[in-house]
């Protein structure tokens, strides 16, 4: 693993820049899902080489083992080739099933899920479609902290209409990242994800955000 992420790094800023691209949405948690009757809100910063933007997010459950999300935000786009740049909307929304738990017997969470997200424009629409794979693990979670390492991993697929240009693409994200509990109502995150097959996304892309369980 720690000869992995330098090598997919080095891969992805080997790979041959493209105009015209947007960052779609992130992991932003763990594999655990919102316990029953839980909420969680969270707020993010989305960094790219074309792409700055805020996103918020609300979770909840409703069944066990079970939760789904809202998200929404604005993005400053800068498509580049010569077009203008653009503020864009981003609305979306998934599904969760937490899979397995750590335990003493298992030594991870794991879910999975499927999303749906829309990012639009004036002359820019691109809409993102599929189904993704979670891993994390809790360290050091005594009185309510401790970190949470997690990989996901999705299999996207995206139908951009932007600039009188329409096109399909099948994007495999993965995201790295890290939920730092400071305390058991404020969770700092950090993410680095990585577009390893994706012709419309810049290759690499920076969250930095929090979470806040109510």
């Known amino acids: 693993m720690k000869r992995l992420v330098p090598a997919m790094l080095i891969l992805a800023a080997l790979a041959p820049a493209s105009p015209a691209r947007a960052q779609i949405f992130g992991q932003y948690t763990g594999a655990a899902v919102t316990p029953v ?3 969680t809100f969270g707020g993010y910063l989305n960094v790219s080489s074309h792409l700055t933007g805020g996103l918020a997010q609300l979770r909840m459950s409703l ?7 809202f998200q929404g935000g604005l993005s400053r786009l800068d498509p580049g080739g ?6 864009t ?5 998934d599904v ?3 899979m397995a738990s750590l335990t003493g017997n298992f030594p991870a969470d794991m879910s ?3 999303s749906l997200g829309v990012e639009t424009a004036d002359d820019y629409k691109m809409v993102t479609v599929g189904p993704s794979f979670t891993i994390s693990r809790t360290l050091g979670a005594g009185n309510g902290g401790g970190y949470i390492p997690y990989a996901g991993v999705a299999l996207n697929f995206v139908n951009r209409d932007a600039f009188g240009q329409q096109d399909t693409d099948v994007s495999v994200p993965l995201r790295l990242g ?3 509990r400071l305390t058991p109502e404020c969770h700092l995150i950090t993410e680095l994800q990585l577009f390893v097959a994706d012709r419309f996304n810049d290759d690499i892309g920076f969250v930095a955000g929090v979470n806040l369980p109510f």
């Open 37 to 39: 009757n839980g909420h």
């Open 63 to 69: 069944y066990p083992r079970w939760d789904f999300g």
């Open 82 to 87: 010569g077009v203008d740049n653009r503020t």
């Open 89 to 93: 909307l981003r609305v979306g929304g």
């Open 96 to 98: 969760r099933w937490q």
């Open 112 to 114: 999975i899920g499927a």
């Open 178 to 180: 890290l939920e730092s």
